[in-house]
């Protein structure tokens, strides 16, 4: 029989389009990933991606602003987003400099807050910079609404166009939201009606009093933002 493969991502097709010549385009599709799973991700997720010819990281964090704001101003009041560099939010959350402190600086961080090290992770810059945004600068912005963080470094600029001067950055750009803490008494998750594994009950069965809300794909990530679900 034919192998077939699920797509993790529109945006190698996408960028050929715009190479193409195709002008503005956008997408919404099912995107796949295999092995993330956890209370940020899922396996599969619905994606919206979109492209402006011409437009800079500037614009296109105005374009992301509008379009969020628009989807979810009925449900949830909301402050005008916050705009931070990649190094100053390290330095601010996690009180390290990601272009020049060393990886022990980053062991130092992740100890300081309690977050396990992963024994697999040997010397690689990008893996430990990963982890400290993941576990410890990124839980601490959104709190107010949206917060856009740019000016990655080069080595995370991948199909982005790098910026002049130094340290080398990337003209790349990621968004974060706030979210609900998680419930001491009672929490409510949202399930998958048509993916739904046993082992995901059984994870859920450690939280006392958890309520389940069952929705489809790709209205998870909605429930999420417009605090019906943790």
Not at 111 to 125: F, I, M, S
Request: charged share 25%; glycine share 8%.
């Amino acid at each position: 029989g034919l192998s077939g493969f699920l797509s993790t991502s529109p945006e190698y097709a996408m960028t050929r389009l715009l190479a193409a010549g195709s002008g503005d385009i956008y997408q919404i599709c099912h995107a796949f990933r295999d092995g993330e799973r956890g209370r940020l991700h899922n396996p599969e997720f619905t994606l919206i991606e979109w492209y402006r010819v011409g437009f800079g990281v500037e614009q296109m964090m105005d374009d992301v602003e509008s379009l969020v704001g628009a989807l979810l101003a009925s449900r949830r009041p909301w402050s005008p987003a916050t705009r931070v560099s990649y190094r100053e939010a390290l330095r601010r959350h996690a009180g390290f400099d990601p272009f020049e402190d060393s990886v022990d600086a980053m062991r130092g961080v992740l100890k300081r807050h309690h977050v396990a090290l992963p024994p697999a992770l040997g010397e690689d810059r990008d893996e430990w910079l990963d982890l400290i945004m993941s576990s410890v600068v990124g839980p601490a912005l959104g709190r107010s609404g949206l917060c856009f963080i740019h000016d990655y470094p080069a080595s995370q600029a991948a199909l982005a166009r790098l910026k002049p001067g130094a340290p080398p950055s990337a003209a790349k750009g990621r968004t974060k939201i706030r979210a609900r803490r998680f419930p001491s008494a009672s929490a409510v998750a949202v399930v998958s009606r048509f993916h739904r594994e046993p082992e995901s009950d059984v994870y859920l069965d450690k939280f006392p009093g958890i309520q389940r809300l069952v929705c489809g794909a790709s209205l998870k990530f909605c429930r999420i933002s417009e605090g019906a679900a943790d």
